[in-house]
């Protein structure tokens, strides 16, 4: 069965809600330091809003693998 990946990163909102953005497939690569640094940039530019406000502190980041099981050709 086919597996992929996907990098979740986890962001605290200004109404104190979380904020996941979901990217498929990062590259093997992918250090700690490259997340953080890309998280903080979303913050800082403040690029992202949402129902409950923007931005405002990285909760947490992982890779999460994934199966992929076809029902139906």
């Known amino acids: 069965m086919p597996t992929y990946q996907e990098l979740?990163?986890?962001f605290e909102t200004e109404?104190?809600?979380k904020h996941t953005i979901s990217l498929n497939n990062?590259?093997?690569t992918l250090t700690r330091v490259q997340v953080e640094e890309a998280m903080s940039t979303v913050i800082e530019k403040?690029?992202?809003m949402t129902n409950s406000g923007g931005l405002i502190d990285i909760?947490?980041?992982y890779i999460?693998?994934?199966e992929?099981?076809?029902i139906l050709p």
């Open 59 to 61: 909760v947490e980041a």
């Open 64 to 66: 999460l693998d994934k």
């Open 26 to 28: 990062p590259k093997d």
């Open 15 to 17: 109404g104190g809600k």
């Open 68 to 70: 992929k099981t076809p």
């Open 46 to 48: 403040d690029v992202i």
């Open 8 to 10: 979740k990163m986890v």
